[in-house]
């Protein structure tokens, strides 16, 4: 279970770290995600999750590259299903993949709205909330499964609550949840603070910070605007005049972000989870500073205009 690891992690205070990929739509990518996951194993992830794309063939790929990912290459491996938008057959269907795969991990959600509505509605199977699904997994399965469920340190969509959007996290973590995977976020002191309110309502299970690393300014911008993220003033300041060197941009990008991971290490979060996007360069560049990599790469001598930046290394 990856609860046992997280919770490992944070008696030694040794960090640890994870990879999320999502479904490729190709064969041909798919095939090329499977030798990306193959290399990035030897970075030493904790585990690795796989997102879900509710319905279609795309589902059925979610099933197939956790069998891949969990009983072929041996990778800890947790499987995102949501349980909304799709007959509630399917939701047991997967659960019985991941089950026979040896899979033992579930990152429980509800879903997004189809595109073409606005606000969300429940349909059929009695789920209408991810609390529904976690409820359903433990009937089915009991302990088998490790479940988590995801977090939103800046608030999401159809929540404008913060306080009631914490009250429904404590809810889903009631209903058997065991571990908390955030979205996004740069804005690190934010995390912070939303972990000691998680806290103080008593929600005790290992909460892990979802880490977007940045590849180019494009996608960097595009992420953020998407998930509403804040970025921080300083942030752009060393990003925009860089904007149209993608190299510098990866370079300032990741000491922004292993800073970030490093802040969040000092305050006891002893493990990172990074939204890969499928791609192995930013992220291995943040944990490679970071020195979290197995066997440490020596970081290439100081630029001068690192410094004049303000990074101390
Ligand atoms: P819930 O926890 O059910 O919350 C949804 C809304 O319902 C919230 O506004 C909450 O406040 C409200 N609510 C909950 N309980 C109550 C109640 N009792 N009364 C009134 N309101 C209530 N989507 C995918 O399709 N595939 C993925 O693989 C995927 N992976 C993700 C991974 C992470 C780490 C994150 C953060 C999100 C992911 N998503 C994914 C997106 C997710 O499906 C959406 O954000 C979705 O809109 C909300 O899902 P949830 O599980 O947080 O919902």
Redesign the pocket.
């Known amino acids: 279970h990856i609860s046992q690891k997280l919770l490992q992690a944070q008696e030694s205070g040794k960090p640890i770290f994870s990879f999320e990929y999502f479904v490729p739509k190709t064969a041909q990518g798919l095939q090329n995600l499977y030798d990306r996951i193959d290399r990035m194993h030897s970075m030493g992830p904790s585990f690795i999750d796989v997102?879900?794309?509710?319905g279609g063939r795309l589902s059925n790929l979610t099933c197939e590259m956790v069998n891949m990912t969990q009983s072929v290459y041996g990778l800890e491996t947790c499987m995102?299903l949501?349980c909304t938008g799709m007959p509630k057959s399917k939701v047991d269907d997967a659960l019985k993949e991941a089950y026979k795969s040896g899979c033992q991990n579930i990152?429980?959600?509800?879903?997004?709205p189809p595109r073409e509505k606005e606000k969300?509605e429940a349909v059929d199977g009695g789920f209408r909330?991810?609390?529904d699904l976690v409820r359903h997994i433990k009937n089915e399965y009991g302990d088998y499964f490790d479940i988590a469920?995801?977090?939103?340190p800046e608030g999401?969509d159809?929540?404008p609550d913060a306080d009631?959007?914490l009250e429904?996290?404590k809810?889903?973590v009631d209903a058997g949840a065991t571990f908390i995977?955030?979205?996004m976020f740069y804005d690190v002191d934010n995390f912070l603070e939303w972990v000691k309110k998680c806290r103080a309502i008593g929600i005790t299970v290992p909460i892990v910070p979802?880490i977007m690393p940045i590849q180019t300014y494009a996608s960097f911008m595009r992420r953020a605007t998407w998930t509403k993220c804040k970025i921080p003033e300083r942030w752009m300041e060393l990003l925009e005049p860089v904007k149209n060197d993608d190299v510098a941009v990866r370079e300032i990008g990741k000491d922004l972000i292993a800073e970030m991971c490093q802040t969040m290490i000092d305050n006891g979060i002893m493990h990172l989870h990074f939204y890969t996007m499928n791609l192995a360069t930013a992220t291995s560049m943040v944990l490679e500073k970071l020195q979290l990599l197995p066997s440490v790469v020596k970081s290439p001598p100081s630029l001068p205009w690192r410094q004049s930046l303000g990074f101390n290394r």
């Open positions: 997102t879900w794309n509710a995102h949501t990152l429980a959600l509800r879903g997004d969300w909330y991810a609390k469920v995801a977090g939103y999401c159809d929540q009631l959007l429904h996290l809810e889903k995977i955030t979205q979802g």
